[in-house]
Structure formats: structure tokens, C-alpha cells
């Protein structure tokens, strides 16, 4: 496909995306609802052709010689597929706020204004890897009444078109317009350039995927962008703390999983329980294989409890300024002692991408303070920075994270997709 094809094909993706907007602004909840459910017991009767698709990605993108963590993130597992379904599920479940009207208020002229929710109309969304994101867009695309065209990365290919085929299915069943979830069925990178480029087609671009991408479409695009670049995500071991929630809250913050932009990657703690804390989270990173880049008392601490366990000298570094900045999305975190909690919000604040940052504390005031001052989208007591996720906020599913703060800020959900606009309501009044 030539630039000029690219061009007319996205053309008519965003016409077919703006009439199917139309559309989808006064369906019913039922008939979303029920496009919902239906996607969700198609997704469960096809896993195995589905794993067929993705497995075609997953042999290409090995024998291209991809990264590791990218071959993980390619993958759909029974799990995966499972949760899916049950977003699409959730999201039905939910009350349907499109069409509410909120705050209603008596003015002296007689009139009474307020506002009602509606949908955003039609957005794009350009995602790298992960194929889930095609079935967690397009579930809260129907639910909210949008449109979406969704332009998934080339190395996901085959499992996005098998995804999409069932939307459209479950949207046709429904009695819901096909077009309101289309899938780029083309690789070609201009496909993108056309998409962040048509505002009078697309009312928002979401991108999903690593920061050179996000960085691209933040410059490039003429539609408003939601948006976060990095995932640099810090537990911070207060004094005092439980030291058992402590190790076990760092432990799943880093290690549950590598790939994830809620994985924590820097870990504070405070002097008071270093030399408590620091031996014994030391131990599991080192028996997990996570390298430990490290300020010279982090270092000191840590050194001396793995002598001990034996020799695990290479898995501990000094760390460099750049890596309180860096987002390694591998078995890879910076550690550093503070004084205490001034200094562990301060560090946050200067050197994390205001995304997800969680305190482990037993002093309430120190909870408070820590939610209060630290300037993040997702801020958390005692638990892991993994939960930062549309999922477990009983969001239904999300469509990404912003560490924006217009419009919508951490997980976007069903309100993240809508906006307001005002209403007014009178008797004939007329203004004097």
C-alpha cells in the first residue's frame, strides 16, 4: 500500500468512525450491554484459534530477534484471555453514565443548569506489543458510547485481527454499527501519521507503548493527546513499618512482573529500618536475579547481608544519577537509603514520572502526607504499585494510564472516554 492508498484508507476509516460515533452516542445501554456480554463468551469459545494467531506473532517476532520482554508482552495466555472477558463483563455490569446529568442548580434568572456526560466522539488509539489492548479499548469504546480506530503494532498483527473480528461480531449482533471498532488492517508506519493527523475525523489519540512512540505522536499529532512517556514507579519503606509487609509489598512491586509500566523501579527506605529491611529484600532480588543499583549505605547494607547467602557480588551496583530517572522494565532497581519521608517525597517528586508511587508505613500522619505531597496519579499505603491498573480499580478495563492532569489522570476508564457539556433548562425565561 503506497502513501497515497494509506492516505484514502485512513480516510475512510475516519468517516466510517465518525458515522458509527453518531451512532453509538444514542445507543441504548441494552444493546451495549449486551454486545459487551457477547463479547466476552466469544472471546472464552475461541481461545484456541486465538492462540493459533498469536502464536504466528510470537514466532515472528522470535525469529526478528525481539527483545524478551516484548516477546512477553506479544503473548495471550488462558489468563489473559480470562480476564479479558470478565473486563467486558464488569463494564456491562456497570451503570451506563452516559446521558447523566449532575448538579443541577437554581439560578436567579429562573433557569437551572448543570451537566450532562457524553461521548468523546471518535478516538484513535496506537498501542505497541500487547493485544489485550485491543479488547480493552474496544470494550469501553462500545460501553461509552464512543467510536474508536484502534492501530496496533506490527509485531501483533495476526492476534489483533482475530481480536477484532469478534467485536465486530458482537457489535453486529448487538444491532450496534460495525465501524464503531475498526482495526488498521495495514503495518505501514504512515497509517499512523494519517491517524494523530485527522481532527476532523478523530477528537483524541491515545498511544500505548514505549517513549519513543509516545514521544512521536505527542509531537506529531494535531488532536489532543492522553498520554504518560515513563513508568518510574518507587516503594518507599517508611519508619515505622510492618518490615514483613515491607519485603513483601517491594518484592511484588519489582518482581511480579518485569514488563509492566506499574513495576516498581526504585525503592526508598528509610535509615531508621535499613539495616532491618534492606538484608532480607536483598536476598530475594538476589535469589530472583535482580540487579541492585545502589547509593553507597544502600550498597554498604545490602553487601554485607549477601555475603552470607554467598557470592552475589555482580548483582550489586553503584548507582549512576541517571538510574533514579530510568524506567528499566527488566529484573533491574535503583535502591537508595533516605533520611525519612521529606526526603523520600522529595526524591519522588524531582525523580519519578508522576505515575504510580506507594508508602509502606504504620504512621497514619506519614500516610497522609505521602498521598497528599507526592504529585503522582496513583498514590498508595501499604500495597503494591501492581495494582495500578484499570482491572483492579474496578474500572471495567482500561485504555492506559495519563500522568496528565487535564481530562483524566491515571487509569482511563469508561469517565476517562466521555466529557461534559452544559445544560439548560427554563420556563421561558429571557435575559433582561
Known sequence: MNAL?????????????RQA???MSSANAAAKNAALR????KLRASTAALFAENAKDIERAQAAGLAAPMVDRLKLTPKIVQTLAEGCEQLAAMPDIIGEIRGMTQQPSGIRVGQMRVPIGVFGMVFESRPNVTIEAASLSIKSGNACILRGGSEAIESNKGLARLVREALAEAGLPEDAVQLVQTTDREAVGQLIAMPQFVDVIIPRGGKGLIERISREAKVPVIKHLDGNCHVYVDDPCDIDMAVTIADNAKTQKYSPCNASEGLLVARGVA????????????????EMRCDPEAKTILASGLDKL?????????ATEQDWYEEYLAPVISIKVVAGLDEAIAHINHYGSHHTDAIVTRDHVHAQRFLREVDSASVMVNASTRFADGFEYGLGAEIGISTDKFHARGPVGLEGLTSLKWVVLGQGEIRR
Open 38 to 41: 457477547s463479547l466476552a463468551a
Open 310 to 318: 554467598g557470592p552475589h557480588g555482580p548483582l550489586l551496583k553503584d
Open 275 to 290: 539495616a532491618q529491611f534492606l538484608p532480607r529484600i536483598g536476598a530475594i532480588y538476589a535469589s530472583k536475579g535482580v
Open 21 to 23: 460515533a453518531t451512532r
Open 5 to 17: 492508498n494509506v492516505a484514502e484508507y485512513m480516510q475512510t476509516l475516519g468517516l466510517q468512525a
